[in-house]
């Protein structure tokens, strides 16, 4: 190769890195992911290597129109890695996926063309042209339509056939998504028979919060595959479970309360790759059997009722009627988020929920609406950890048999006490096999069994056998009677008195501290 030729892939690198720095603002995630943007459209990040999408083609792109050549692939490259050192010289930006939040401020990416967002502040929602904080859009991101300034959200209900009780469990699961980004969101749960519209239901949501080409996905393969499907949109979808798979399950809880995920970076000996994320979720099917019971606290349940035959109408016709409608409902949805977003603060919830930022947003639109969400959220929830409790073999042996309080029991002599003894008992697939399995069932299922009225505690191994004891209370009979007693709504604007604890359970609890 000639010097010249050499000389001449400089200068058109050079002036490629010159174009860049003129036309763009750097930066660097805080994924370490180095990106741009256009200095007319700050809010919008394009990655350095993203593909076609990425700032390196629209680099090639805007070298060629300015110039009618086309800048050679080396030349390419050498610009790409200096355009990476001078972006990873600025401080660490996050960049969001359709919503963020910035001094009690929301922000949402309409994902249009023309780089619209919308404003959530002081109670009210607008569309503004830029925003203060950066919007990564990827394969994924399709376009909002544009709301107008007044809607009718409850026309929502002419399309998703949810049960009345669960409504604003709804409501609360889609709102929680448009204002909040770095707290735990719920993973909604579409549980129905055949005929119910689940998936339509599920495409229709996603189309309400965040549109994409694929707004369905099926089940991944592996926790790899998981975050792979998971990082390129705000709202996840999983089309007609069959089953929830441990590995999953894991999944599903991490994304809601902040998953991430390292690996060697592709093409080097040492670089990472790294990939965090929360997300919002909704997964749907006819049944998958109970579900763990970490995952049961983080589920928001509703019920779809069945259509019936006479009331079924053709896809597309259905489709058109829904976009039609969509620009309205979501105008009436940014109404209640923007009312909701505003009184938040104002909300206080005595005996939260293990979800309990959900908790608020829920009890805050139960204010707005005069609704009963929060009571039929939290219902739901006691019959999932039920259901979760009554799947596990040793676990529902120990409810059946535990009459009287167990004091100072190993994982091996609980095993001992709860295995049958009868002939005719098999052992199943499930059950323990040694008291290190024990230990790790009472500790996955102690909350689940708590909100039913146990006291479950271990004493840390702090005694002489140097062996963790655990300290098992049955439910007492006045517990249903207590919990049947609660006022149907919670206190939402100050804090109550707190729920008198049930006498077994502070019996129990000065038996272990003495």
């Known amino acids: 190769m000639s010097a010249n030729n050499e000389s001449d892939k400089k200068s058109v690198a050079a002036r490629l890195v010159a174009m860049a720095q003129e036309r763009y603002l750097l930066g660097v995630s805080e994924d370490g992911e180095p990106f741009g943007t256009d200095r007319a459209r700050p809010h919008l990040a394009i990655l350095l290597r993203a593909g076609k999408a990425g700032l390196r083609a629209e680099l090639a792109s805007r070298y060629f129109a300015e110039t009618g050549t086309v800048a050679g692939g080396q030349a390419l490259t050498d610009a790409t890695l200096v355009l990476e050192g001078l972006a990873t010289a600025q401080r660490t930006e996050k960049l969001n996926l359709r919503v963020a939040e910035l001094d009690g401020t929301s922000y949402i990416d309409t994902g249009r063309t023309d780089g619209k967002v919308i404003r959530l502040r002081a109670g009210t929602w607008s569309v503004i042209d830029t925003a203060p904080v950066r919007f990564l859009r990827t394969k994924l991101t399709a376009a909002m339509p544009l709301p107008p300034r007044t809607g009718d959200l409850y026309r929502l209900w002419d399309f998703i056939n949810v049960a009345l009780p669960d409504r604003p469990v709804l409501l609360a699961a889609l709102i929680a998504a448009l204002v909040q980004t770095d707290v735990p969101h719920p993973v909604v749960a579409l549980f129905a028979e055949q005929g119910s519209a689940k998936t339509t239901t599920t495409r229709m949501l996603v189309d309400l919060i965040d549109p994409s080409p694929v707004p369905l996905r099926q089940a991944p393969r592996d926790a790899d595959s998981w975050v792979t499907a998971a990082s390129g949109s705000w709202l996840v979808a999983l089309d007609n479970l069959s089953a929830i798979p441990p590995w999953l399950s894991d999944s599903l809880c991490r ?260």
């Open 255 to 514: 994304a809601a309360t902040g998953d991430g995920n390292v690996k060697r970076a592709l093409y080097t000996d040492g670089d990472l790759a790294v990939v965090k994320f929360r997300r919002c979720i909704i997964i749907n099917g006819i049944d998958v059997g109970a579900v763990r019971p970490d995952l049961a606290e983080r589920m928001a349940m509703i019920d779809l009722r069945r259509i019936d035959r006479h009331m079924r109408q053709p896809e597309a016709s259905l489709r058109q009627l829904w976009h039609q409608a969509l620009p309205g409902i979501l105008s009436g949805l940014l109404s209640l988020a923007a009312t909701v977003h505003h009184r938040l603060d104002t909300i206080e919830v005595d005996d939260a929920p293990r979800m309990a930022d959900f908790g608020r947003v829920l009890a805050c639109v139960d204010e707005v609406l005069s609704s009963d969400g929060l009571r039929r959220y939290m219902s739901r929830s006691d019959q999932l950890s039920e259901d979760s409790l009554s799947a596990d073999p040793f676990i529902e042996c120990l409810r059946l048999h535990t009459h009287e309080p167990l004091r100072g029991q190993s994982g091996v002599d609980l095993l001992a006490l709860i295995t049958p003894t009868g002939g005719d008992w098999r052992r199943p697939k499930e059950w323990p096999r040694n008291g290190r399995d024990v230990t790790s069932l009472l500790r996955r299922h102690a909350p689940a069994l708590r909100k039913l009225g146990w006291l479950i505690e271990d004493d840390g191994a702090r005694n002489h056998r140097n062996v963790l004891l655990w300290t098992i209370y049955p439910p007492h009979k006045d517990v249903a009677a207590h919990r049947a007693s609660q006022p149907s709504r919670p206190s939402l604007l100050r804090p109550g008195p707190e729920h008198p604890t049930p006498s077994h359970i502070d019996d129990a609890r000065d038996d272990l501290s003495a």
